[in-house]
């Protein structure tokens, strides 16, 4: 199982930028999707999770500002950040729990991490 991210950049306050990361492999099913990000004075945090029935949460700071989605039938999540502030300069980290077909249980896979630069 892969996931692979993609959507990073370089944006001014106040602008956007959409992040997309895609399940690939051996997936069964797969449980939750979610966006972390992580800077190097601050452990990995979760920005925005979401289920395969698209119920979501995020944490305070990006509320009201990012949005999560999911394509189940492209087991792709995005995450669109709007009104961007230098403070969620960061790299950010799609998660997925899922079942891989044979096993029973579901596991936690990572994507590569892709970096998010918001300047004032």
């Known amino acids: 199982v892969q996931l692979q991210a993609s959507g990073g950049g370089l944006v001014q306050a106040g602008g956007s930028l959409g992040l997309s990361c895609a399940a690939s492999?051996?997936?069964?099913?797969?449980?939750?999707m979610a966006w972390y990000r992580q800077t190097p004075e601050k452990l990995r945090e979760l920005v925005a999770t979401?289920?395969?029935?698209?119920?979501?949460g995020y944490t305070d700071s990006v509320k009201g500002r990012f949005t999560i989605s999911i394509d189940n039938s492209k087991n792709t999540v995005y995450l669109q950040m709007n009104s961007l502030k230098p403070e969620d300069t960061a790299v950010y980290y799609c998660n997925a729990v899922l079942r891989r077909h044979g096993s029973a249980g579901y596991t936690t896979y990572w994507g590569q991490g892709t970096l998010v630069t918001v300047s004032s």
């Open positions: 492999g051996t997936i069964a099913s797969i449980s939750t």
């Open positions: 979401i289920t395969t029935s698209g119920i979501t």
